[in-house]
């Protein structure tokens, strides 16, 4: 015969062993839920993360910013970017960086939506400057000025400003430089949000904050030279 749902702790409703969940999400966990014993579960084969996340985008062979900067933050701190290629975990982060990069795009383009559409924004391709090649993300032909997303585990408790984020001003900086403009813009998921646990924190979990930035000529000078430079030091630049 059936067997009788019992309660979970909170109330609401579990069948029996071997059976379904009640609806609802107010049940904190599934209490005693076994899976089928006639389900035959086989392991798959590690996915290619690196070759998969690679199909996502198309770069010319040659020196890019980005090979510049992780290069940089390598000799900074071997630590925690000195990671070889082979590990996973790396690829990972880039991969859902891309996602989180599709997301919006997806959702600013949607011509359907039209809060979020922005259809000034367009895919610049590469920009090319002093033998050196830049992807960025986003460009906004209205405001004539590009847009950087990236995805991250860092904790956003801290300022936008705090070293750990350094590389990303670079980053949008000399993409800034190489279009010829003073201002950008970034966006960042922080998927572990501040890591206050809390469920009572909004940024406890998944958080996307944006800024605006401007740099003075100066400023964004600075930053290509010091690019420029240790590309030289690397045999990479003439």
Known sequence: ????????????????????????????????????TSMLLTPLPPLDIRSRAGQYTERTAGLHVSQIIGDLLVSMDPDTYGKNDANEGKWMNFLAGLVFERALELAWLDKEIEDNHRPELVRPGEVERDGILGTPDAFDTRLGRPEE??????????????????HYFVQLKAYVYMLGCNSGVLWVLFVNGNYSNDDNDPESSYVIKGWEMEWTDLELEENWTMLVNHARLRGWLK
């Open 1 to 36: 015969h059936r067997k009788q749902p019992r309660r979970c702790e909170s109330g609401s409703m579990l069948h029996g062993e071997g059976g379904t969940a009640g609806l609802g999400t107010e049940c904190p966990r599934f209490l005693s839920y076994t899976l089928p």
């Open 149 to 166: 997303y990236k995805c991250t585990k860092k904790s956003c408790r801290q300022e936008i400003t705090d070293p750990k984020f350094w």
